[in-house]
């Protein structure tokens, strides 16, 4: 039987890398995005590799179009097996320079987004004893400097993916959480900060990431086949946290290190 899999913020970047993996094993795909073209091109591409299935516009803040999406896929699917929240948005900004607007935008679709999709899911997913995605991120576990409010959101998606692996055992519903690093991606498009110097670092990381989303996509696909519940596409990631679990001070004083630095170029720049 084929495989049948729901895929936020699908439009582009690791949401269609993710689609198209899946759409290579011959995968019944239900698209969502608020991206229209975007999710038109990427139905386009997961029907050339093999796979099918349909798009839906769905904003994630909104909890109404995500249980029509849910209804949406039980009538052409006939149910779903695998839920990936992957719709996010990128921001940034030192905690003094944050509005309390962009911390409400920030939880709103990173963390209360990833809440709604799988209570809006959670119905199918008891049926099919089927399995949760959530897309964290390395922020989420290392809190880099000039980031509160994506770290809070995306450890949040974390701490949210810890309950739900407890709580859904029994029924039978495998949990995931993947915590990418930096990745060429365009995430940059949904950027929002204070300034715009802190929009060309990030932009320089994502540049200089030696990962593209497909790889992510592969290595997401093959860890989630073994059961794997956290997932660190990346290597660095890999060492990073493992010397924070080991030593957390030393990687605190590093990061206090780095906010030093961004404070300086952000005050020459």
Request: glycine fraction near 10%; aromatic fraction near 6%.
């Given at each position: ?5 729901m ?37 386009k591409l ?16 909104d909890?109404?179009?995500?249980t ?9 699917l ?24 962009d ?8 963390l ?5 999709g ?5 119905p199918?997913?008891e049926r ?18 000039a ?6 959101a ?7 993916s810890?309950?739900l ?12 959480v ?10 940059l498009?949904s ?8 929009k060309?670092q990030?932009?320089?990381l994502?540049e200089?990431s ?9 290595y ?15 290597e660095?990631?890999?060492?990073a946290w493992?010397l924070?679990?080991?030593n957390?001070?030393?990687l605190?004083a ?11 170029k952000?005050?020459?720049?």
């Amino acid at each position: 039987m084929q495989t049948r899999i729901m895929i936020t913020g699908a439009g582009s970047g690791l949401g269609r890398e993710m689609a198209l993996r899946w759409a290579r094993e011959g995968s019944q795909l239900a698209l969502s995005d608020v991206n229209e073209a975007g999710l038109a091109e990427t139905l386009k591409l997961v029907r050339e590799a093999g796979g099918d299935g349909f798009t839906q516009r769905c904003d994630v803040r909104d909890y109404s179009q995500l249980t029509a999406f849910a209804q949406a896929c039980e009538e052409r699917l006939e149910g779903i097996d695998i839920i990936v929240n992957n719709a996010g948005v990128a921001s940034g900004g030192f905690f003094s320079e944050l509005s309390l607007e962009d911390w409400e935008w920030q939880i709103s679709i990173n963390l209360m987004g990833v809440v709604k999709g799988c209570k809006a899911f959670l119905p199918l997913l008891e049926r099919s004893q089927g399995r949760i995605v959530n897309i964290a991120s390395m922020a989420a576990l290392m809190q880099g400097p000039a980031m509160s409010n994506y770290n809070v959101a995306k450890a949040g998606v974390v701490a949210l993916s810890e309950s739900l692996l407890i709580e859904l055992k029994q029924q039978g519903i495998g949990v995931h959480v993947v915590c990418p690093s930096f990745f060429q991606t365009n995430l940059l498009d949904s950027f929002r900060g204070p300034t715009p110097a802190m929009k060309a670092q990030v932009g320089k990381l994502l540049e200089g990431s030696p990962i593209s989303a497909a790889e992510i996509a592969d290595y997401i696909y093959q860890e989630i086949a073994k059961g794997e519940f956290m997932i660190l596409p990346h290597e660095m990631g890999r060492m990073a946290w493992a010397l924070k679990q080991k030593n957390p001070q030393a990687l605190y004083a590093e990061m206090a290190g780095m906010a030093e630095k961004m404070r300086a170029k952000a005050q020459r720049g």
